[in-house]
């Protein structure tokens, strides 16, 4: 079978599509940019891998000066094991036999392997699958007003600390939260009273770990934390531009599309579905933007179709077969749907590389 990859000097407008591309100089600039800001601050900056899943982007961001790298799954960071990492934070509560059995053999083969946990029910699973020979670093998790997991109260984070650091196959290595937009205010009161709290008990807390890319460039408002964890800023999307964390110029991720259809006047047929652009709105009323045709609407999304309301652009609006660029709502999803990311420098692809982690979800 022929590959429908492209090979390393072939222009974009001669890639198939649909097909998800990276911009060179923008994800350098965007690494950089990132690094620069933590190292300005004395942060630790994690980067989360969800975003690209692909060995090399993490070998960038870890060259650069990431501490670590973050991964919310076992399967995930099994993959960046096997690469080579040795710091691995896994932020997810692990439960369940096969999955502490796959856990432990990760733990044998990664020097810094640490997880999360909320729950004594997590905790005690955890606990009952390691030895004191080499115990298992585990963080609590805190709820700073994100709403997803995490103890509700300093006190709840305190309590479970010393659970943590009670169970001899344990080790207790910090708090970790993954906060709403703008919450830092919130985020560093409770860090210092779970921090006063842990004092008075004689536990010492060397990590604390705040998160999000939306808050990327706010990371200095919490100085309590340690460490900063975020994915979507290597790339950067259409959320991350309405958040004000970036502009269009640093969009490293667009999807190129092909018009495969003009059945109305008013209406555009893509041929990039819900497997190329998700069905993740995340607070949009559309499905994308298009690059140089902002008032066009990708309104809905079949499988294999993209329909775009062109009634404000008809006249302008590429014709069949003409290509088109569009800036994702959320490039986590979109890597996930790949087997491999096309790279390019100026129009021109660099490279194809695998995205190694996709589909490690469990």
């Known amino acids: 079978m022929q590959s429908s990859w492209p090979e390393a000097g072939t222009p974009l407008d001669q890639v198939s599509t649909p097909m998800p591309v990276i911009d060179e100089d923008r994800l350098e600039a965007n690494i950089s940019r990132a690094q620069a800001y933590f190292d300005q601050h004395g942060k630790g900056l994690r980067p989360h891998i969800k975003t690209h899943k692909i060995v090399a982007v993490a070998e960038a961001q870890r060259a650069a000066g990431a501490i670590g790298i973050n991964c919310q799954k076992v399967s995930e960071a099994d993959v960046f094991a096997q690469a ?9 509560n692990i439960l369940g036999a096969a999955k502490l059995k796959r856990l432990r053999a990760l733990h044998e083969r990664v020097p810094r392997l640490s997880v999360v ?3 004594t029910v997590t905790v005690d699973g955890l606990a009952a699958a390691f030895d ?7 963080l609590v ?4 007003g994100g709403k997803r997991c995490g103890v509700q109260t300093p006190e709840a984070a305190a309590a479970l600390a010393a659970h943590i650091a009670a169970a001899p196959s344990l080790r207790f290595g910090g708090v970790l939260t993954y906060p709403a937009a703008g919450g830092a205010e919130a985020v560093e009161a409770f860090l210092r009273r779970t921090m006063a709290l842990l004092a008075d008990k004689g536990i010492d807390c060397p990590v604390r770990s705040s998160g999000g890319s939306p808050d990327l460039f706010k990371a200095h408002l919490v100085p309590s934390a340690t460490e900063h964890r975020a994915g979507t800023y290597v790339y950067n999307d259409r959320s991350m531009v309405r958040a004000g964390e970036c502009t269009r110029a640093d969009l490293a991720m667009h999807v190129l599309a092909t018009v495969v259809s003009r059945p109305a006047e008013d209406r555009a047929v893509l041929d990039a579905g819900s497997k190329t652009l998700t069905s993740d709105l995340l607070g949009f009323s559309d499905y994308g933007e298009i690059d140089g045709f902002e008032s066009a609407r990708i309104v809905s999304l079949s499988e294999e179709h993209a329909v775009v309301d062109i009634s404000a652009c008809r ?10 660029r569009i800036v994702p709502n959320h490039t986590c999803v979109v890597s996930n749907l790949f087997d491999r990311m096309v790279f390019h420098r100026n129009g021109v692809v660099t490279r194809v590389e695998d995205v190694a982690a996709r589909g490690t979800v469990w």
Not at 84 to 92: A, C, K, P, S, V
Not at 141 to 144: A, H, K, L, R
Request: with cysteine; net charge negative; charged share 25%.
């Open 84 to 92: 080579g990492f040795e710091d691995i934070l896994i932020t997810y």
């Open 141 to 144: 998790e805190c709820d700073t």
């Open 132 to 138: 004191t020979a080499r115990p298992l670093t585990v």
């Open 117 to 119: 946990a909320d729950s």
């Open 315 to 324: 006249e302008d609006f590429p014709p069949i077969g003409g290509q088109v």
